[in-house]
């Protein structure tokens, strides 16, 4: 018996030693409460700080003064699956919430059943076509860890309100949001404004032809933006909380954004021109400063600024189609580069510019003259 124990416990220490992480458990206090947190340490800084991972894949950054008590112990960290994942939805959410699941997705929703299903099939029909699109390029991407969660409020109110703690008074001007923190992707039903305040849509197929109306375009790219990010994180383009500059994950989901409601397998819009952000970017270049591509590239400044933000996204977008289009190995090799970055490690604006330069070649002045001379091309 003694032996056998033993063996059990060689077992799981082996097991702790191939994952190589065990649990870790971290008591703190925040804002006058007790938190605990069971998960995973991803970074421990010099301060003695700490982002963990708990099961459910939330993120906690916790700092050396909020810490009351920390221990770990030699269980195996294992991450939440498709049942355990909505077992704590439901917890979290108790108030008439239910739960559709779907090969990658867990949707947490109180709008109607119908809703939930149409977010998400066009939510499994964006993944596969994420998928395919780099897998076709080269890229070979990864399963997600964990069941991507897709929070779905019934009104745009009570979304606000969950919203606000994270985004503040930024979330007055969302109609959706991925957060880097819960990895979920936050919206409400939007057929109830689409719809005009009635007549929601009882089946996909209203749904859809709900959303396919002149105006909804952009609504449901938004929907989708925020989607692609969630994807792009946890198949293993990106890390989150890793230093991906702006252009490119923001670049990456505008170029994944043209909604395709019409197909009900495929996503033939993929990679297609923007059409609303190719305007935009043809509006900047009339104004545009000659030192335009060096500050996209090397800061994130511009995406963060009101008044500079709708141009960074266009020209980040227009940057991305052309480097893709024109320049696809050294593309991939940046991407690869960028994919391979570790959590909370932040370079400096001449180090981001020497990874661009390294990948795409020293001489930005020229690649600024292709590009402007190939966007000039797009219809
Ligand atoms: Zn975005």
């Known amino acids: 018996m003694h032996r056998f124990l033993l063996l059990i416990t060689c077992i799981i220490a082996a097991l702790a030693g191939n994952l190589g992480y065990a649990i870790e458990h971290v008591s703190l206090k925040r804002d006058g409460q007790s938190i605990h947190v069971d998960g995973k340490i991803i970074v421990e800084a010099q301060d003695g700080g700490l982002l963990v991972q708990d099961t459910s894949g939330v993120l906690w950054a916790i700092m050396p003064d909020e810490m009351v008590h920390r221990e770990s112990d030699a269980i195996p960290f294992k991450l939440a699956d498709h ?6 939805l439901l917890k979290e959410f108790s108030d008439g919430f239910r739960i559709h699941k779907t090969a990658h997705y867990v949707i947490c929703y109180n709008t109607s059943p119908a809703y939930a299903e149409w977010c998400g099939s066009l939510y499994e029909r964006l993944f596969l076509a ?3 699109y780099w897998k076709n390029r080269g890229f070979k991407l990864s399963e997600p860890e964990l069941p991507l969660v897709a929070l779905v409020f019934n009104d745009r109110s009570s979304y606000v309100a ?13 109609i959706g949001y991925y957060s880097l ?24 197929a209203q749904i859809n032809q709900l959303l396919m109306r002149p105006g909804a375009e952009r609504t449901v790219a938004t929907v989708i ?14 890390t989150r909380h890793a230093d991906i500059p702006l252009w490119v994950s923001e670049g990456v989901a505008i170029y994944f954004e043209t909604p395709d409601l019409r197909s009900s397998k495929g996503w033939r819009n993929i990679g297609g021109v923007n059409h ?5 970017f043809g509006r900047y270049l009339r104004n545009r400063p000659a030192d335009s591509l060096v500050t996209l590239i090397s800061r994130d400044e511009r995406f963060l600024d009101r008044r500079l933000a709708g141009d960074a996204y266009a020209e980040a977008w227009a940057l991305n189609y052309f480097l893709i289009r024109k320049h696809p190995k050294e593309y991939l090799a940046y991407m690869t580069v960028l994919s391979e970055k570790l959590p909370l490690r932040y370079d400096e604006p001449e180090a981001r510019l020497a990874q661009f330069k390294a990948a795409f070649g020293e001489d930005l002045e020229q690649l600024n003259t292709e590009f402007l001379r190939y966007l000039r091309t797009v219809r």
Do not use: K
């Not at 979920?184 to 849509?201: F, H, I, K, N, P």
């Open 162 to 174: 969950h919203g606000r703690p994270e985004l503040g008074d930024r979330v007055l001007e969302t």
């Open 225 to 238: 933006h925020e989607a692609t990010h969630q994807i792009a994180f946890n198949c293993g383009l990106q």
């Open 276 to 280: 609303v952000r190719l305007l935009e």
């Open 181 to 204: 923190r819960s990895n979920r992707v936050v919206m409400y039903d939007l057929t109830g404004s689409q719809a005009g305040g009635g007549g929601r849509g009882s089946s996909a």
């Open 83 to 88: 049942d355990e994942m909505s077992e704590r």
């Open 130 to 132: 994420f998928n395919t």
